[in-house]
């Protein structure tokens, strides 16, 4: 039972930066796992990055060196740190929750049960 809302979200050139924040509410925002997805119109949900309470991550190879996933327990806040931004990096990006004794795969969709609203970002030319 936990309330998600991500902001930060907006347009920027291609190698610019965005940091997305997703602010948690309810339950315990450090005893969960936190993932970021994004999804476009050409591309179904994806799994981008993740962290579960222990600060462990786990990011897709196409991020990897570019983008950075931490966490402020004290805030009940996660970040995305997103650099060097490329024009297939727009889409919806999403956070999620899950506990972690679910929590079997960061990257997982499947595993997460608590999602927020969703922020655009659009990277142009």
């Known amino acids: 039972q936990v309330q998600l809302v991500e902001s930060g979200g907006g347009s920027v050139e291609t190698g610019g930066s965005l940091r997305l924040s997703c602010v948690g509410s309810?339950?315990?925002?450090?005893?969960?796992?936190v993932g970021w997805f994004r999804q476009s119109p050409k591309k179904e949900r994806e799994g981008i990055a993740g962290?579960?309470?222990?600060?462990?991550?786990k990011y897709i190879e196409s991020v990897k060196g570019r983008f950075t996933i931490s966490r402020d327990n004290a805030k009940n806040t996660t970040y995305l740190q997103m650099n060097d931004l490329k024009t297939e990096g727009s889409a919806m990006y999403y956070c999620?929750?899950?506990?972690?004794?679910?929590?079997?795969?960061?990257?997982?969709?499947?595993?997460?049960?608590?999602w927020g609203q969703g922020t655009q970002v659009t990277v142009t030319s």
């Open positions: 309810g339950l315990s925002f450090s005893s969960e796992c």
């Open positions: 999620a929750a899950t506990p972690y004794s679910r929590c079997t795969n960061l990257l997982e969709k499947n595993d997460y049960d608590s």
């Open positions: 962290i579960n309470s222990h600060g462990w991550t």
